[in-house]
């Protein structure tokens, strides 16, 4: 079964640039998440999508940063213009709310995209 | 806010060794709590939950008990291998129905 698909792996960039990370979530989720991964600042929520649309962006760190969701199956995550304090891994997750059986809580991570701003 | 309270690391064991990884939560309602693993180059994976008050979570032979009284969840496993380096993500629900609050994660590494 294919899990979470991120792309790329590997991002390096320079001040300034554009960055765009994209993610494909498990077919049938309903429930998309960024996290960013850093040494100084662990596992931060950035934003999580229900059924496409956004639900909570308080996690958004600026207005540099913005995520859309097009449709189920894509999602990007960009950053105009990226500085070097936004190097660090970028995970998608995906989940799906089984009515009257659970689930809450248990996502499922792509293996996070690795930024690095020069 | 709520936030989740784990142990630093990094924990180093011998094999077969007994392991405690403490994790401790703010008590804002009865929140479903989480241990999840990272191993090396790869996203997280959800390892066990307990979703009310004296729930065992189980799972590769790792426990961890919800403890209201205390608020904690403490990860425990009686004996380790080295399969099992890896950083340990403490979580809990909040807010949103499936919002997770991350520790701030605890590095084990286990030696032969």
């Known amino acids: 079964d294919a899990g979470v698909i991120q792309s790329p792996r590997h991002e390096v960039t320079e001040m300034g640039q554009e960055v765009t990370l994209r993610c494909k979530p498990i077919?049938?989720?309903?429930?998309l998440f960024w996290y960013r991964q850093t040494m100084m600042r662990g596992l931060e929520l950035l934003i999580y999508f229900n059924n496409n649309v956004p639900i909570d962006d308080s996690g958004m760190p600026e207005d540099r940063f913005s995520a859309k969701m097009p449709n189920a199956s894509f999602s990007t995550l960009k950053i105009q213009p990226s500085e070097p304090r936004d190097s660090a891994v970028y995970f998608c997750?995906?989940?799906?709310?089984?009515?009257?059986?659970?689930?809450?809580?248990?996502?499922?991570f792509g293996e996070g995209s690795r930024l690095t701003v020069l | 806010g709520d936030s989740v309270t784990q142990m630093e690391g990094p924990v180093t064991l011998s094999e077969e060794a007994f392991l405690t990884i403490n994790c401790t939560y703010t008590a804002t309602g009865y929140p479903s709590l989480f241990w999840y693993v990272q191993y090396p180059g790869e996203g997280l994976q959800l390892l066990l939950k307990?979703?009310?008050?004296?729930d065992k979570g189980s799972n590769k032979g790792f426990e961890a008990t919800y403890r209201k009284e205390t608020t904690s969840f403490h990860l425990e496993k009686g004996s380790v291998q080295v399969s099992d380096s890896a950083v340990y993500f403490c979580?809990?629900?909040?807010?949103?129905?499936?919002?997770?609050?991350f520790g701030a994660g605890t590095r084990l590494a286990v030696h032969p």
């Open positions: 307990a979703t009310k008050a004296d």
């Open positions: 077919s049938g989720h309903d429930y």
């Open positions: 997750a995906s989940s799906n709310r089984v009515r009257g059986r659970g689930g809450a809580g248990e996502l499922f």
């Open positions: 979580a809990r629900l909040s807010g949103g129905y499936n919002k997770l609050i």
